[in-house]
């Protein structure tokens, strides 16, 4: 069974950097997506960044320069940098993966999610 387990989170000033990560086991495909997610308190989930098993990236505006995400196979972890954090970028973080090919930032295309992580900039 594919789990996924997010740590890293935390209360951070404007400014701040905070590294997330999160880890992945039970599956064994060449062909995937992982991303991270989002979610303000009353706001939907928002797509953050995402990864393919190529190494491409993608990633919103909002944090484009700031945010760098990145997958380390050998460790079977994938983790979210974040810098100049913002207020606007609270809330709980959430990392997802697609055993398939395609990777985009639409939440309904993962299939597997963690429990999520809360990151506060205040």
């Known amino acids: 069974d594919v789990q996924l387990v997010e740590s890293g989170g935390g209360s951070v000033q404007p400014g701040g950097s905070l590294r997330l990560s999160c880890v992945v086991s039970g599956y064994s495909s060449h062909s995937h997506c992982m991303g991270w997610f989002r979610q303000a308190p009353g706001k939907e989930h928002e797509g953050v960044a995402a990864?393919?098993?190529?190494?491409?990236?993608s990633y919103i505006d909002s944090v484009k320069g700031r945010f760098s995400i990145s997958l380390d196979n050998t460790k079977n972890t994938l983790y979210l940098d974040m810098n100049s954090l913002k207020p606007e970028d609270t809330g709980i973080y959430y990392c997802?993966?697609?055993?398939?090919?395609?990777?985009?930032?639409?939440?309904?295309?993962?299939?597997?999610w963690g429990q999520g992580t809360q990151v506060t900039v205040s």
């Open positions: 997802a993966a697609r055993l398939s090919t395609g990777c985009s930032l639409s939440e309904p295309d993962f299939e597997y």
């Open positions: 990864i393919d098993s190529g190494g491409v990236t």
